[in-house]
């Protein structure tokens, strides 16, 4: 299922955060949504998911599960790993009665597996490390095979190597599930390796769209500024 | 008069008002969350959409981790008032109604309202501050998107479990409080324990029972839903739980004073 977002708007005291924005992200396809911090990029995922309300526009995701992976994993402290991957499958009323302990048990091997994170099935998010929590919020949001993942910013506070990794498992994800993606970052690594489109955004509206491999040859000067990481440039910070 | 105005805006009364107004709204907006969450509770419990695991894990820690502590207010606030009133009522001769007021006491009132009191502070409070917590670190955002109901989740299992045990918790206070005012009675005025308890159940009847049961059910869910509420509206980050924990509490001892009332002028009065 793909997401489809007509003349989005969303007003915050005031301000258009998001301003009259509107794009597709088809099946099996990945988009970045790139741009300064406050330009509005992790409200339009907060729209798509319904944690937020739109003040106008349109979006269309279909029936399917959409499952988001948060900028700090937000896995629930007081569940361990297994509970924190099955909680869905456990708490859904539909899905409660469709799996067995021992079903429940396989499914979290399986999705460990997946992240590369056998044999942590009982420890608590605050025993692991900031990698392997996003890997697990990974496990957790394909738990339900969603039509749609949506990361938030899920390379920051990253090392590299972690970074990577975590990269490679968006680009995994992808192909297991089928699922259309929204990646929104900053990194420019996470644009390249995961990445099929990119939009740009500014002050809430959207001033690029391209591949990433049109984003680094500069012909825009807002990507040309985002890529140079320049204070001399079209977009200046908004207070 | 636009330098009136200006003038007028500067001034002690006029920061007064506004000041007044602004937690007029705070207070009139806080009690809008919590009657909605009521009644949504209300909804989720009436329809059976309960999540038992919770339910058993809250009620755990409701009814057995705070029972340390409540035991122990209990206990001491029945020496405070068995020391100050024992000793004279002996004196002035009326030794043989000490059992019977302190069980009166202590039934009615103090074992209630004490157990509520040891409940907001250890419990209410750190429910407050874990749900603050998962809103600020949006784990109630991972909640609503893998489509759970946060109330249901979240709200239900803590406030049935403040209804059903909270009674308990009040039934073994009051025991205690009870034990505690005779040994107190024993070694601050002599009293023996035979005189104590022979008077003990003189003024004490099924009513003053029930009510005390009801009335510490009432406690029990006002102050799981007053802390949740609290902190399901959170925002900001440490501060923002550092805030709703403070109106967690604060909220919770009003409305422990209020329902109190309540049920005393509607049974007693």
Known sequence: ?239 | MITLAKYYRQSATYRIFKGILEDLTVFMETLGQITVQLCQVSKFILKGEISWKELMEQCYRYGITSLPITLSISAMTSIIIASQVAAEMVKQGGGNFVGMLLVILIVREAGAVMSAFAIISMIGSSMASEIATMRVTEQIDAITVLKVNPVRYLFVPRVLSGIIMMPFIVILASFVGVLAGAVTSDLSAGLSYRAYFDSAWLGVYIKDLFVSLLKSSCFGGAIALISCTCGYYASGGAKGVGLATTKAVVWSFVAIVIIDMIFAIAFFY
């Open chain 1, 1 to 239: 299922m793909s997401i489809e977002v007509k003349n989005l708007v969303k007003i915050y005291d005031d301000r258009k955060v998001i301003d009259n924005v509107s794009f597709r992200v088809n099946d099996r396809e990945t988009l970045a949504i790139v741009g300064f911090s406050g330009s509005g990029k992790s409200t339009i995922l907060k729209l798509i998911c319904g944690l937020t309300e739109r003040d106008s526009g349109e979006i269309i995701t279909g029936d399917g599960d959409i499952a988001m992976v948060f900028q700090y994993s937000a896995l629930f402290d007081s569940l361990n790993v297994a509970d924190n991957i099955t909680f869905a499958l456990q708490e859904r009323r539909e899905l409660r009665k469709k799996y067995s302990q021992k079903d429940l048990a396989e499914i979290v091997s399986k999705k460990l597996e997946l992240v590369g994170l056998k044999g942590i099935e009982n420890k608590f998010p605050s025993e692991l490390s900031g990698g392997m929590q996003k890997r697990v919020s990974f496990a957790r949001a394909i738990v339900t095979e969603p039509n749609i993942i949506l990361y938030d910013e899920p390379t920051a506070g990253l090392d590299p190597i972690s970074s990577t990794l975590i990269e490679d498992y968006i680009v995994r994800l992808k192909e297991e599930t089928n699922a259309a993606s929204i990646v929104v970052t900053h990194q420019m690594s996470t644009i390249r390796r995961t990445a099929d489109r990119v939009i740009m955004l500014y002050d809430g509206k959207i001033v690029y769209e391209g591949t990433p491999d049109d984003m680094l040859k500069m012909d825009n000067e807002y990507t040309k500024q985002f890529v140079t990481a320049s204070l001399e440039g079209p977009m200046k910070m908004i207070a």
